[in-house]
């Protein structure tokens, strides 16, 4: 064995080597399938942080359930990600001088598929060198033509169903991509606004009223100002008409409830092209809609004035021309939520457009019972609750998008009317149905016009547990692995991804499409500021690896991440995990150092007994924070149990005298233990359990870790865990005696014990006699003078210090500690007696305190009988 643990060759040998085995591939047998299918993340996307997190957490679970002999399957692949991808092949061509106006949709198209197969995917090769046991012979892609032609066939069957329509009406549009986006792909943002106060002069007066408005450029559309009926300052404006500033358009003062009479001036500018409540109010009280943006936020002729200038700019020219014309009150800064486009970070316009939109109110209601009633289980569950209020308040889903990268939505019009249409999965189906509408057979593939929008990327990934087993197509494997285990995900696609899934789920499979759902926190640094290369505080994943080993970074993560929980990373956690790493090494080395003899040491058999029951009482706690998805403390768990109980208590206790050889029956249950713990340990630390797991003895062919049998457990003997923890405890208190006192490790001491049960001792008593360096340990009825005392559990053990050490020192030492126990005392029974921290600080902390008393009192009261018998 190497002096030092190598994690780069060693990682890069083993996921080799599992590959060429295809221990990662699953196909439909008799066994029990265990499913996750993978969140996939953008073509366009490198490996961050937050994959790093939620992939981990997969591979955790499926390499557990493969190894207990689950046929575990989990799925990669990536998502087209319309806006992202079609923006990067925008941004190649335009370095190439080639303009997207200036091409054929199918060139385009060619050359997406072409970047895509040049630069998209890197992600999912990056995933391996973290160690993802994905089966990667599945490997599935949004847009390849299987999960196309799902998406097509789910888009015919709801609108055939009367789910999508098409209707001209406000919607979220990105000026950057040029496309309409769902209220989920907005991202609002406070920010510092002002707040323009601007007066109309009232047609044939000399008065005015006066708005309040954060777009003056706006102005340009307005077609109306409007009042509540009651407000009694406007009464006297009734059947009047107002000059709009800047352009001298006469419009309609009118009234309205909506108005809110306290906010602003109580009149409010009416723009229906450019805001959503605007727009209902302009189709109540019919007002004409004036549109003055173009679709790349420039203003257009409508507007009359800055024609072809961007809107901000626009904005900057409307307030001067405003102050000229005296028409500008005064100006106000204000706290106002602006929405941004989550892929392009565009200032989203709400605009009309003619768009195509799903009808939710009928896949809604099963998709909340489910998760409420947990048929579909959330961990955390405070999910639950975000989950119900966006549920309980859907809108209709705008599922079209002005792109050419996506899946073409399968509308075709007839004869370019856009009021005649069929809906088909092919042209040569839209052909037929067509024909049949028009009854004219003539009718040829010259005569129909697809649409030319594409649908929303999620109205694809909402799919996603159905299509990557060809669903759609084929029952025979969506009927073996679906619904799937367990869904790993950030919470901030719960609406986006989450619900949608759950839908179609229900809508196509009438079945749940996952049994639970872990929601990851975000990994924040450590000021919990969101990782931004921007910021700089976003390390990469890759050099991480390189540093610490990718068993290191994910222990490193994992160390640190409660279910739904910000994970607040620094690289001193990955540091953390490699240290991990080399101790299990430098223990392996340990335990392969030794030289075998054979027989039983007949001393050793206590200390197998404890370790044994130990690890089976591990098991069982962390078997049951797995049914809750607590990972983060199940990684603690077994890093204590491993380093502290195994490495630290266990080998410690067993470890034969220097160069002698360890008995035969200790060493064979040695190395089961070492085996043991790394099968525990493999699910998040891959590659060193699959190293140690070989190094422990020799293995077949292909008998590998990985795809070993999960230990079962056993009985937990109660009786000889006591036994091992107490004399664990009573070895540190010796320790404690001889570090307190300045006496070498090695240096004999006697010992007496004053205990209720002997038998709890007798087990241990050679070992700890030989481990402790005790000349004699004897029990006793009597008090012991002139020695230290201390306790463990109710018994009380003595060690005679006469000879050893200056009884007077020791005497001072006793009084020193005696006297800052008796003032933590007084403290802690300052806050006991204290009614408003009693009755208003949590139980626990206040249970916590108690306990410090009682244990305090404790150490006074050994303390004194010590001081008691030395004086």
């Not at 909506?258 to 602003?264: D, I, L, N, Q, R």
């Not at 921007?534 to 993560?557: F, H, K």
């Not at 004699?776 to 559990?793: M, P, Y």
Request: charged content about 30%; some cysteine.
């Amino acid at each position: 064995m190497d002096t030092k643990y190598n994690p780069s060759n060693i990682e890069s040998k083993w996921y080799d080597y599992w590959m060429e085995k295809d221990f990662f591939h699953s196909v439909p047998d008799e066994r029990e399938a265990y499913t996750i299918v993978i969140p996939p993340p953008n073509v366009t996307g490198v490996l961050h942080m937050g994959h790093m997190l939620n992939n981990t957490i997969q591979d955790v679970l499926i390499r557990r359930a493969r190894m207990q002999g689950y046929n575990a399957c989990w799925v990669p692949g990536t998502d087209h990600a319309s806006i992202a991808t079609e923006a990067k092949v925008v941004k190649m061509l335009a370095a190439q001088g080639i303009k997207k106006s200036d091409i054929t949709r199918e060139e385009f198209l060619k050359y997406a598929f072409e970047w895509k197969d040049k630069y998209g995917g890197i992600i999912l090769k990056q995933l391996r060198t973290l160690g993802a046991s994905c089966d990667w012979k599945r490997t599935r892609f949004t847009m390849e033509p299987k999960l196309s032609d799902a998406v097509i066939k789910v888009f015919v069957d709801l609108y055939h169903k009367g789910q999508i329509y098409r209707d001209f009406r406000m919607c979220n549009w990105d000026p950057a991509a040029k496309t309409a986006l769902s209220d989920q792909e907005v991202i609002h943002r406070e920010e510092k606004s002002k707040l323009y106060h601007v007066r109309y002069q009232v047609e044939g007066s000399d008065e005015y009223v006066t708005i309040a408005t954060t777009r003056p450029e706006t102005i340009l559309g307005d077609t109306a100002v409007c009042f509540h009926p009651e407000d009694e300052r406007y009464q006297a404006f009734k059947g009047k008409r107002v000059i709009v500033p800047m352009v001298n358009r006469s419009i309609p003062l009118i009234y309205d409830e909506y108005v809110t009479m306290e906010f602003g001036t109580g009149a409010l500018k009416v723009t229906p092209a450019h805001d959503t409540n605007d727009f209902a109010l302009g189709q109540k009280h019919n007002l004409e809609i004036i549109d003055i943006f173009n679709d790349d936020g420039t203003l257009n002729e409508k507007a009359e004035l800055f024609v072809g200038i961007d809107r901000f700019e626009a904005r900057k020219l409307a307030v001067a021309e405003l102050e000229k014309l005296e028409a500008l009150v005064k100006v106000e800064e204000i706290d106002n939520k602006v929405g941004y486009s989550e892929r392009t970070d565009a200032v989203v316009e709400p605009k009309l457009k003619q768009q195509w939109w799903m009808d939710m109110s009928h896949v809604t209601p099963k998709a909340l019972s489910s998760v409420m009633e947990d048929e579909i289980k959330f961990y955390p569950k405070k999910y639950k609750n975000v989950y119900r209020h966006w549920l309980e308040n859907i809108k209709d889903w705008c599922i079209s998008r002005q792109l050419w990268w996506g899946q073409r939505i399968p509308v075709y019009y007839i004869n370019g009317d856009q009021e005649n249409y069929v809906v088909a999965e092919t042209a040569e189906e839209a052909l037929k149905m067509a024909q049949e509408k028009t009854g004219n057979a003539s009718l040829t593939a010259a005569n129909l016009e697809q649409d030319p929008d594409v649908v929303d990327t999620w109205f694809s990934s909402w799919l996603w547990p159905i299509s990557v087993f060809d669903g759609f197509e084929t029952k025979e494997e969506v009927d073996y692995y679906y619904p799937t285990s367990v869904l790993v995900t950030g919470w901030d696609i719960i609406f986006f991804w989450v619900a949608r899934m759950v839908m179609a789920g229900y809508e196509w499979r009438q079945e749940r499409p996952f049994e639970a759902v872990y929601f990851t926190g975000m990994v924040r640094d450590p000021q919990r500021r969101k990782m931004s290369k921007s910021l700089g505080n976003s390390p990469d994943p890759e050099d991480l690896i390189r540093d610490y080993g990718a068993d290191g970074v994910r222990l490193g993560l994992l160390l640190s991440s409660p279910a739904g929980g910000d994970l607040l990373f620094e690289d001193k956690l990955c540091e953390q995990g490699r240290n991990f790493s080399n101790k299990i090494w430098n223990a392996l080395r340990l335990v392969k150092g030794w030289e075998v003899t054979e027989g039983t040491n007949e001393n050793n058999l206590p200390t197998i007994a404890w370790f044994e029951s130990k690890f089976n009482q591990t098991l069982v706690e962390v078997e049951e924070m797995y049914k809750s998805y607590r990972l983060s403390e199940i990684v603690k768990t077994l890093y204590s149990f491993i380093w502290n109980d195994f490495f630290s208590a266990y080998l410690e206790l067993i470890k034969p005298d220097y160069q002698k050889p360890i008995d035969q029956h200790t060493y064979n249950c040695t190395l089961q233990f070492f085996e043991d713990a790394m099968k525990l340990l493999h699910p998040f630390m891959p590659f060193i359990t699959e190293e140690v797991y070989h190094l422990l003895k020799d293995r077949a062919e292909g008998d590998c870790i990985m795809v070993s049998d999960y230990p079962k457990g056993g009985t937990v003997n109660k009786e000889a865990l006591v036994q091992g923890d107490t004399a664990l405890e009573l070895w540190t208190k010796i320790r404690d005696v001889r570090n307190q006192n300045q006496l070498k490790q090695r240096d004999p001491l006697t010992m007496f014990a004053q205990v209720g049960d002997e038998s709890l001792h007798t087990a241990f008593m050679p070992t700890l006699k030989k481990k402790a360096f005790l000349e004699s340990f004897e029990f006793t009825k009597e008090d012991i003078a002139n020695a230290t005392s201390f306790r463990v559990g109710k018994d009380t053990f003595y060690i005679q210090l006469e000879g050893l050490v200056d009884m007077e020192k020791e005497k001072e030492r006793m009084e020193t500690e005696l006297k800052y126990l008796n003032g933590l005392k007084a403290k802690v029974l300052g806050k006991l007696n204290n009614e408003r921290f009693v009755n208003n600080a949590p139980a626990a902390v206040v249970e916590k305190e108690r306990k410090k008393l009682a244990d305090t009192e404790e150490k006074i009261k050994v303390l004194e009988d010590s001081l008691g018998r030395l004086n």
